[in-house]
C-alpha cells in the first residue's frame, strides 16, 4: 500500500524538523508526504523548500489561505496513496506508528484507523497525563461522536476511497476529522488502536485547544453537524449505488 502524509502547515518551523524525521524515517521510497503552507510567515519557507529538496518524498503545495480546515483539505486533494495519514507539523510519531497501523487496515472492512497519544510537552517530554482516549472517552458511534468527538486528525488514517466522499468539506463543518471519521463509519468500520502511537504537543501556539468553547457555540455546531451528516448520508448512498 502506498502512504500519503497529508499535513496541514501554518508557521511550524519551531517543530516541523522533529516531526518530518519521525514521519520520513517510517516510510518506503514510494510514499509522500504533501505539505499544504497556508503561512511561513515565521521564515520557514527556506527550511520547507531544503526539505523538498533533499528528500523527493516531501511535495510542498501552496494552501487555500482559508483555516485549518481547508487546509488539510487541499493536502488530501493532493493525495495519491492507497492510505492517507493526517499529521499536524508539531507532533512526533512514534517508531511503530507506521506498522501499527497498516497492520490494523489488512481488514478490509476497516476504512480508518484511529490511535491513542502520549500528551507531552513543548520540548516533546511526557507530561504524565492522561492519554488523549481517555480525555476523550474515544470509541466509534455516530452519537457518541457527535456529543464528544473521538475523531483526532493527527491520529487518524483513512482509505484513499473516502476521498470522494469526504471532499468537499461543507462550509458548516467546524472539524475535518470528525468529518473524516463519521464517513469511516458510514461506509465500514473505524478500528481504535489504544496504543499511544505519537506524541501530541501541547504548547501556546497550538490550533487545536484541549478546552470547548461557550455552551451557545456548542449548541450551535452540533446543529450545524447534524445538517452536515445529512449531506454525508446522500454521498455514502451515492458511492455504494
Known amino acids: 500500500m502506498k502512504i500519503s502524509v497529508a499535513m496541514a502547515y501554518y508557521n511550524g518551523g519551531a517543530y516541523i524538523e522533529e516531526q518530518m524525521d519521525s514521519i520520513l524515517s517510517q516510510l518506503g521510497e514510494k510514499d509522500e508526504v504533501i505539505v499544504s503552507v497556508d503561512g511561513a510567515s515565521d521564515g520557514s519557507k527556506p527550511l520547507l523548500l531544503k526539505m523538498s529538496e533533499v528528500d523527493s518524498r516531501i511535495h510542498i503545495v501552496k494552501g487555500p489561505g482559508k483555516g485549518?480546515?481547508?487546509?488539510?483539505?487541499?493536502?488530501?486533494?493532493?493525495?495519491?496513496?492507497?492510505?492517507?495519514?493526517?499529521s499536524d507539523q508539531d507532533d512526533i510519531w512514534k517508531p511503530d506508528k507506521v506498522e501499527k497501523v497498516n497492520y490494523a487496515f489488512s481488514n478490509p472492512e476497516v476504512k480508518a484507523v484511529l490511535h491513542d497519544a502520549e500528551i507531552v510537552d513543548e520540548n516533546g517530554v511526557a507530561t504524565g497525563a492522561a492519554s488523549l482516549f481517555s480525555i476523550r472517552g474515544s470509541r466509534a458511534g455516530i452519537l457518541k461522536n457527535l456529543l464528544k468527538n473521538s475523531y483526532v486528525g493527527c491520529c487518524m488514517a483513512f482509505r484513499k476511497e473516502l476521498i470522494p466522499i469526504?471532499?468537499?468539506i461543507p462550509n458548516e463543518m467546524y472539524m475535518h476529522d470528525y468529518w473524516i471519521g463519521t464517513a469511516a463509519e458510514y461506509m465500514g468500520k473505524v478500528c481504535f488502536l489504544d496504543k499511544p502511537l505519537i506524541g501530541y504537543r501541547r504548547h501556546s501556539s497550538n490550533v487545536?485547544?484541549?478546552?470547548?468553547?461557550?455552551?451557545?457555540?456548542?449548541?450551535?455546531?452540533?446543529?450545524?453537524?447534524?445538517?452536515?451528516?445529512?449531506?454525508?448520508?446522500?454521498?455514502?448512498?451515492?458511492?455504494?449505488?
Open 68 to 86: 485549518v480546515v481547508r487546509n488539510f483539505e487541499n493536502a488530501i486533494r493532493h493525495c495519491n496513496g492507497d492510505i492517507i495519514y493526517l
Open 166 to 168: 469526504i471532499c468537499p
Open 208 to 241: 487545536t485547544q484541549m478546552t470547548h468553547g461557550s455552551i451557545r457555540f456548542m449548541i450551535k455546531k452540533r446543529i450545524d453537524i447534524i445538517r452536515c451528516l445529512g449531506l454525508l448520508k446522500k454521498r455514502v448512498r451515492k458511492v455504494k449505488a
